[in-house]
């Protein structure tokens, strides 16, 4: 039972480029979510999704995309990478009434 | 919309001794959930307790409890016997019964002293 797993660890994109931030999770959760933390500070909802083929936006979905074609899977696009969108990206799901279970993160720069 | 507030950014405490770390929330809503998770430097999130709202008997998980207060919309994380790992930065998050997402608060970052 991995829970959430995220791939890349780490990345650097030049700006402009795109990339795919990849979540699974084994947990048969309905929901996922995509964080963003910027240094010393909270998280921001990006993304989320109550279930196969619903997605919604958060706090701060601009520049980002997501797709839910399966329960495992919700992965992140960027488009036109900037320097703002430089963090730590988090993946959680949850089921409907409990906590939410987290990646371990993707640390992006963008230069 | 709910909004959650953590109004110490940073705390500290001996090791040893006892440190709360507050949390207040709005909301209109008469049932909801209520959690405190840790990020440590390793970055990951780690659950620490939960609370249903319609449990009047306050959380306690170990060296870890909470002060539950419905009326006040107060949910402060009390953690006793305090140790080294224990230093990491605290967040607070409330959930609504049938919503999808959660939200969080800004984080206190607790720094624990030898």
């Known amino acids: 039972n991995a829970g959430v797993t995220q791939t890349p660890k780490f990345r650097i994109l030049k700006i402009g480029q795109s990339m795919t931030l990849q979540c699974t999770q084994d947990?048969?959760?309905?929901?996922m979510y995509w964080y963003r933390q910027d240094p010393g500070m909270g998280l921001k909802l990006i993304y989320y999704s109550v279930g196969a083929g619903i997605t919604d936006k958060g706090e701060v979905p601009n520049g980002y995309n997501v797709s839910r074609s399966t329960t495992e899977d919700f992965p992140l696009r960027l488009e036109l990478a900037a320097p703002s969108q430089t963090s730590v990206y988090f993946c959680a799901s949850s089921s409907s009434r409990d906590e939410q279970y987290f990646g371990p993160g993707t640390r992006l720069t963008v230069t | 919309a709910q909004t959650v507030t953590q109004s110490q950014p940073e705390m500290s405490v001996q090791e040893a001794e006892t440190v709360t770390l507050s949390c207040t929330y709005d909301?209109?809503?008469?049932?909801?959930?209520l959690f405190w998770y840790k990020q440590p430097p390793s970055r990951q999130m780690i659950l620490v307790i939960r609370q249903e709202a319609y449990k009047q008997q306050n959380a306690t998980e170990n060296r870890f409890s909470v002060n539950f207060q419905k009326a006040a919309k107060s949910f402060s994380l009390k953690i006793s016997d305090s140790q080294l790992g224990d230093a990491a930065m605290y967040f607070c998050?409330?959930?609504?019964?049938?919503?999808?997402?959660?939200?969080f608060g800004d984080g206190t970052t607790l720094t624990v002293k030898p």
């Open positions: 909301t209109s809503e008469s049932d909801y959930y």
């Open positions: 947990m048969n959760h309905n929901y």
């Open positions: 998050a409330y959930r609504s019964l049938n919503a999808g997402k959660s939200t």
